[in-house]
């Protein structure tokens, strides 16, 4: 969304990766100026998915970009309020499926009864208006949330390493021995 905004072109995102520079003008946009309809709401799963909002928002700025009559590539005047109205349709989405989850575990015994975590990582973890979110779902549910401080969500390899050296450290399913592994690269 974020490059199909042009948001390197935005003063104030320029330099910010994608998924940053929406939550930064999200933060002074309208969200309820547009409205998404959210994904998967017919899947009583626990699957998430993007593509299909991508689709609607991709849409939305099309005839956003016809009603101002700008080329792609230009800025929107209503770039914050679409920023705004994408971020809380991924949060909501995240949240629900998220919230599906849990119950998910809670009725099939997955989870311990009392004191079960909630853990989030990667990229969506450093997204305050999303962590927010979690965090009152997790307190709803009496669930403890867990997130690394954001300097380290912004790259799913950092966090797979972490996972790793926590793993090394508690001795959980570490080899020690690659004999008789075969690798092939790509």
């Not at 949330?145 to 926590?166: Q, Y």
Request: hydrophobic share 40%; net charge positive; with cysteine.
């Amino acid at each position: 969304v974020a490059r199909r905004l042009s948001l390197k072109k935005h003063p104030e995102c320029h330099s910010m990766a994608g998924g940053k520079a929406i939550e930064h003008l999200a933060q002074t946009g309208n969200q309820e100026l547009l409205t998404f309809r959210l994904p998967m709401q017919h899947y009583r799963n626990c699957d998430f998915s993007f593509s299909g909002l991508q689709n609607l928002v991709n849409n939305a700025i099309v005839q956003k970009e016809k009603e101002e009559g700008i080329q792609e590539g230009e800025i929107l005047s209503c770039v914050k309020d679409v920023a705004a109205a994408v971020q809380h349709a991924v949060a909501v989405h995240i949240i629900q499926r998220t919230y599906r989850a849990m119950l998910f575990c809670i009725k099939n015994s997955i989870l311990p009864s009392k004191n079960a975590t909630l853990v989030v990582s990667g990229g969506v973890a450093s997204n305050q208006y999303i962590r927010k979110g979690l965090q009152n779902l997790a307190d709803a549910n009496d669930f403890a949330l867990l997130c690394p401080t954001p300097r380290l969500c912004t790259d799913n390899g950092v966090m797979i390493a972490w996972n790793g050296i926590e793993r090394l450290r508690a001795g959980l399913g570490v080899l020690h021995s690659t004999d008789g592994i075969r690798y092939e690269p790509r």
